[in-house]
């Protein structure tokens, strides 16, 4: 049995609506999880909701509702928000569904029974906001705490945790070992540079059923719930338990060494949540002697003119709406083409439409549409004789792409597919093929420019497939091909047999002058 490509996002709090920040995390792990795919390889993509703790407990109360009802409503916001994007995710986790909650009472009893967690008396200060509690380093110079942490409060109550400074040198040596294991490598140097600077406090992993009932029961203490995080965290082997993992469902000491999913091979997460990935969740599957994940990609904010997004000043770009407007695709394109992993980006109308116009209306969907209308008009829409003028530039493309893809490198990758566009787009002007066809004695050499033109689409519709779906579908639908272009290795030049009648050209994209 193979091991399948095994990709997440974080899970999204349900408290909430999907905004700019949600999409984009979802659109990376689509894009991986399609080029993957497109490399030959099975793939898992797993996405989905987080639905216990306090704030989701409090806002169903404020609405006078059952807390699964509320969670129920939401959810189906979301499910609907994922329909929106068109992922390709193969499941979607709800931490209230019976089998994400046995597994998790199934991990609490066996790591209780190991010795790994502890009771004790916690006093001291609570964000309920974050649902965190907070130390003396927490605070400010002036004695408050950060606004982000909402209303703090003094508390004293039991709980259970769970002893993670036992590993604390441990990780450190793995991920110094495994210089992939957080990407980027800044990213990876931050969470060395916390590990190394600070003593790890143990893990509180419960909440007394007395103040939050809204949560998984721990199995040998019915008085308390499950911390959120540490539930939620547990849905990237929930599901891959429950979709017949090897590994997870063999008996202990009864393992095999084959498996299906587990270890993930890339956890998509934003930058606020590193240390939940990064430090806990490697602790966590140490403690249950499961393997550690190949990789935690770990992506920046979202800012709009250069400011936070608020939905309080009304600085908020509603994805929605401008895939409404836009189209998905173009959406899809101007997040990935503006943004690279790991640092913060800029989202401005002006630098969305900028690029519309320019690199999809007049780039990408310029270069199909003319080419197609000179093949129709020059050649009755039928592909002549093969030539090779532009397969070194496809050629350098598709490598390139390849290689990239295999690196989670994106924003690379569709910079090097548009050099192929630009080139091909430079190609027309310098070959003229309006001068061409007064010219009957220049009738090869025009076939010869038809013939890379055409070629270079479909190969370009192949390349695009895992970034822009729609539009590498259009364009082989133009070319009036059969199949999708969900296989890289049919980039390979000379695709187009001479003889084949092309489709109706139309436009990909067409130009907004808004």
Excluded at 434 to 456: C, I
Aim: with cysteine; glycine share 6%.
């Amino acid at each position: 049995m193979s091991k399948r490509f095994y990709i997440t996002t974080a899970i999204d709090y349900v408290n909430g609506q999907p905004h700019l920040g949600h999409a984009y995390e979802k659109i990376v792990a689509d894009v991986i999880a399609r080029a993957r795919r497109s490399l030959g390889q099975e793939v898992f993509f797993l996405t989905g909701l987080d639905e216990h703790g306090q704030k989701v407990q409090q806002a169903a109360l404020a609405e006078k509702k059952n807390p699964q009802a509320y969670c129920d409503a939401l959810a189906a916001d979301w499910l609907a928000f994922a329909k929106k994007l068109e992922l390709t995710n193969d499941d979607f986790v709800r931490t209230t569904q019976p089998r994400h909650k046995k597994f998790v009472q199934a991990t609490l009893a066996k790591l209780n029974a190991a010795g790994h967690f502890y009771k004790a008396t916690y006093t001291g200060f609570y964000s309920t906001k974050e649902e965190t509690f907070l130390t003396e380093k927490d605070r400010l110079p002036d004695g408050t705490f950060d606004p982000s942490y909402g209303e703090v409060i003094e508390l004293k109550e039991d709980n259970y945790y769970f002893k993670l400074g036992a590993h604390q040198q441990w990780l450190i040596d793995f991920i110094e070992a495994n210089p992939d294991f957080i990407a980027p490598a800044y990213r990876r140097n931050e969470v060395l540079g916390f590990l190394k600077n600070n003593t790890l406090e143990d893990l509180c992993i419960s909440r007394p059923a007395a103040r939050l009932n809204w949560g998984i029961p721990l199995p040998f203490d019915q008085d308390f719930v499950t911390y959120v995080w540490f539930d939620a965290l547990v849905n990237y082997i929930s599901v891959a338990a429950a979709h017949g993992d090897i590994l997870l469902k063999a008996e202990s000491g009864k393992r095999k060494a084959e498996m299906e999913f587990w270890p993930a091979d890339v956890h998509v997460i934003g930058k606020d949540i590193v240390k939940f990935h990064a430090v806990y969740w490697p602790i966590m599957l140490k403690a249950m002697e499961l393997p550690l994940p190949k990789q935690i990609l770990v992506h920046g904010w979202w800012q709009k003119n250069g400011a936070k997004i608020s939905k309080s000043t009304g600085n908020v770009v509603d994805p929605i709406a401008v895939i409404d407007e836009w189209g998905l695709d173009a959406f899809r394109f101007y997040v990935l083409r503006e943004l690279d992993i790991g640092p913060d980006g800029n989202w401005t109308d002006a630098g969305f439409k900028s690029r519309y116009n320019a690199e999809l209306a007049n780039g990408l969907g310029n270069l199909l549409n003319r080419t197609l209308s000179m093949l129709k008009k020059y050649r009755n829409g039928v592909i002549p004789a093969k030539s090779n003028e532009l397969a070194a530039d496809a050629a350098k493309a598709a490598d390139e792409t390849h290689a990239l893809l295999k690196q989670n490198q994106l924003q690379a990758a569709l910079q090097s597919i548009w050099g192929l566009v630009n080139r091909a787009n430079k190609y027309v002007d310098e070959t003229a093929p309006f001068k061409l066809y007064r010219d009957p004695a220049q009738a090869q050499r025009l076939d010869e420019v038809l013939y890379n033109l055409a070629e270079t689409c479909r190969v370009l519709a192949i390349l695009l497939n895992p970034f822009l779906p729609g539009t590498a579908a259009k364009i082989y639908a133009q070319l009036n091909l059969t199949g999708a272009p969900d296989k890289l290795d049919a980039a390979t030049w000379g695709g187009l047999n001479p003889g084949h009648v092309i489709g109706e050209p139309a436009p990909l994209f067409p130009r907004k002058d808004v």
